[in-house]
């Protein structure tokens, strides 16, 4: 059974930085596409950033860009979210997501198949 873990989310001020990460048991972690997505409270679940299983080519939602960076490390079958100059819109649970294998879709909720159990991230102002 799959499971992605997530970890790093909490309390900050408007202007700092996080850092999440996201371990996965996937036997073959680097054929498969990452994700990262939000949900606030009343919202639908939106896309925030996705990295490729091959290039390691990123995308990014608009309104994280130049601010939030996704990385992986297949070694540690890990990925990554880094967040900075966080606002508070940026106030979400924020979910780690496995996409299908050596898929290249990476933009919406049914293009992943394995989802963590999400971290809270809250940017106070």
């Known amino acids: 059974q799959v499971q992605l873990v997530e970890s790093g989310g909490g309390l900050v001020q408007a202007g700092g930085s996080l850092r999440l990460s996201c371990a996965a048991s996937?036997?073959?972690?680097?054929?498969?596409?990452m994700g990262w997505f939000r949900q606030a409270p009343e919202k639908e679940r939106e896309f925030v950033a996705a990295i490729s299983w091959s290039s390691g080519r990123t995308y990014y939602e608009d309104s994280v860009k130049g601010r939030f960076t996704i990385s992986r490390d297949n070694a540690k079958n890990t990925v990554y979210l880094r967040m900075n100059s966080l606002k508070p819109e940026d106030t979400a649970v924020y979910y780690c997501?496995?996409?299908?294998?050596?898929?290249?879709?990476?933009?919406?909720?049914?293009?992943?198949?394995?989802w963590g159990q999400g971290t809270q991230v809250t940017v106070s102002s």
């Open positions: 996937l036997r073959t972690f680097s054929n498969y596409p």
């Open positions: 997501a496995a996409g299908g294998l050596y898929s290249t879709s990476y933009f919406y909720p049914h293009d992943f198949n394995y």
